[in-house]
């Protein structure tokens, strides 16, 4: 996924040059995905009040409260201060995408206290219905920031997955049989599969419907129905979208992006695998980003030597 540095980072209410009015993943987010994302943060409050209301008491739940401030306050300066920095508008999205959210490995990992686990918790489920609401479609921890600074970064998150896949529905010139086909099963899996676990872990609900609503894992297979559509759809457009930045050649995306979430959907570890999908790949961007820079310098050296000896 590529992006231009014109719309990569850009004041929220400006008006939109016709760049602008591109969807780039990672910025912008569809109807469908933003009601995706509403939906899933609102099953994540449910789940998390029950959890928070269990876990703490009242001293504990003050100190989430701080846990909460620090944590949002610390969001906010990181984003605000390289913001400010121009040299790094054109480091690759997937690089500040994996930094912002090492923090959250804090839980998984066992590091800190029960409260700043919640803390973290309610943090990322807050962004998450920021997201949908303000229709932002960057990472899930940068939301509020980027409310209060006013400001859309491109970052990426776990459901731009969704993102992708609307736009390849969306953007779809023959809707016929196999559009319709790709497109009932790409909605039956996506909501058992995201949202159906997380819905379980509300008690109310669990006792009511019982696990036994749950599909084994083998159903997300049925994914590789629009998968192959996709697939096709992207060969027999090869030329039309050879014209077309990679971040816009939408079948092809969205055939990886599905063609990716059927592990990882079966397992029933959707967005927290993605999330680490995410870190992996900003790690390995970052390291390459650093073995190259000095060869980019030596480059740079090189070029502006004739030119300082034409001028002379």
Known sequence: MSHDTDTADRAVGHSDTPADRRFVVGRDVGTVASWFRIIFGLIAVASLWYR???????GELAMMVVWFAVVAA????????????????GVSPWIPSALLQLPMMLYPMGIGSDPMHQALAVYTTLGVLLC???????????????LLLRRRTVLYSPFNAVDIVEQ???????????WATALALTVFVLIEYWWVGLLLSVPPVKDLIGESIRLPGFWALLLLVPVAW?????VRGRDRYRAVPLGQRWPGLAAVALLVLIPMLG??????SLWGVIMFVGLVVGLVT???LPFRRSAGTGRRAPEVAASR
């Open 52 to 58: 928070v209301d269990k876990a703490l008491d009242g």
């Open 74 to 89: 610390v969001y906010t300066a990181v984003i605000w201060f390289f913001g400010r920095i121009d040299r790094f508008r």
């Open 132 to 146: 949908g609401v303000a229709r932002y479609g960057g990472l899930e921890v940068a939301a509020l920031p980027m």
């Open 168 to 178: 390849a529905f969306r953007r779809e010139r023959t809707r016929g049989v196999m």
């Open 230 to 234: 996709f697939a096709a759809l992207a």
């Open 267 to 272: 397992n029933r570890q959707v967005p927290d």
């Open 290 to 292: 650093l073995v190259r």
